[in-house]
């Protein structure tokens, strides 16, 4: 028995010397352990940071993206607006467009007739006041004629018929008007029939 007690004493003053062993050592790591927290709280706090930041940017970004949006929505009325005055105004600018283009027929009927003077002048005479009445009318409206005669041919505004050999005027100058030619606010509703001299 003395052997194991022996033993047992052995393994005991081991055991005891492996707890101070271990004793020291916990406490060792306890005095460092405040410090070792401490940093990965820092770097902790810097990873919540950075991970608060990218919140804070999607936060920031869906912001933006509704403040853009809702400029480019205002952008968009007021470019919708601007083009429902403008069809307005086309509309009322052109709205007698087919009344006027038809009344061209009589116009150019109403230049014949005064072409050919009657024996009656004072009957002459009223058909011109006449014809200048309905033409100021019309001018009004935005009715203008085109100029086509010496004019250099623009095929915008006139419609070439035939060449002309003529010494008279320049070659791809207009000789000749068949047909008048005429604009209601700025837009070409009927082309001059022209001669071309060539």
């Given at each position: 028995?003395?052997n194991?007690?022996?033993?047992?004493?052995?393994?005991?003053?081991?055991?005891?010397?492996?707890?101070?062993?271990?004793?020291?050592?916990?406490?060792?790591?306890?005095?460092?352990?405040?410090?070792?927290?401490?940093e990965?709280?820092?770097?902790q706090?810097?990873?919540?940071?950075?991970?608060?930041?990218?919140?804070?940017?999607?936060?920031?970004e869906?912001?933006?993206?509704?403040?853009?949006?809702?400029?480019?929505?205002?952008?968009?009325?007021q470019?919708?607006?601007?083009?429902?005055?403008?069809?307005?105004?086309?509309?009322?600018?052109?709205?007698?467009?087919?009344?006027?283009?038809?009344?061209?027929?009589?116009?150019?009927?109403?230049?014949?007739?005064?072409?050919?003077?009657?024996?009656?002048?004072?009957?002459?005479?009223?058909?011109?006041?006449?014809?200048?009445?309905?033409?100021?009318?019309?001018?009004?409206?935005?009715?203008?004629?085109?100029?086509?005669?010496?004019?250099?041919f623009?095929?915008?505004f006139h419609?070439a018929?035939?060449?002309?050999?003529?010494?008279?005027?320049?070659?791809?100058?207009?000789?000749?008007?068949?047909?008048?030619?005429?604009?209601?606010?700025?837009?070409?509703?009927?082309?001059?029939?022209?001669?071309?001299?060539?």
């Amino acid at each position: 028995m003395s052997n194991e007690s022996k033993e047992c004493r052995e393994k005991g003053t081991a055991t005891e010397d492996e707890l101070k062993k271990g004793q020291d050592s916990v406490e060792a790591d306890a005095e460092d352990r405040p410090s070792k927290e401490k940093e990965p709280e820092q770097t902790q706090g810097t990873e919540e940071n950075k991970e608060e930041e990218p919140a804070e940017k999607e936060k920031k970004e869906p912001e933006e993206d509704e403040s853009t949006r809702y400029m480019r929505l205002m952008a968009d009325f007021q470019n919708y607006k601007k083009r429902v005055e403008k069809e307005k105004s086309d509309i009322y600018s052109y709205a007698n467009e087919k009344l006027v283009t038809e009344l061209l027929n009589v116009l150019d009927n109403f230049e014949r007739a005064l072409e050919h003077e009657g024996e009656d002048k004072s009957f002459h005479e009223g058909m011109q006041m006449i014809f200048k009445q309905l033409f100021d009318v019309l001018e009004k409206s935005g009715l203008k004629e085109i100029p086509a005669l010496g004019e250099e041919f623009d095929p915008n505004f006139h419609n070439a018929v035939m060449n002309e050999d003529t010494e008279e005027y320049e070659s791809g100058t207009v000789s000749g008007v068949m047909q008048k030619g005429y604009t209601l606010n700025g837009k070409v509703i009927r082309p001059s029939m022209v001669k071309v001299a060539s």
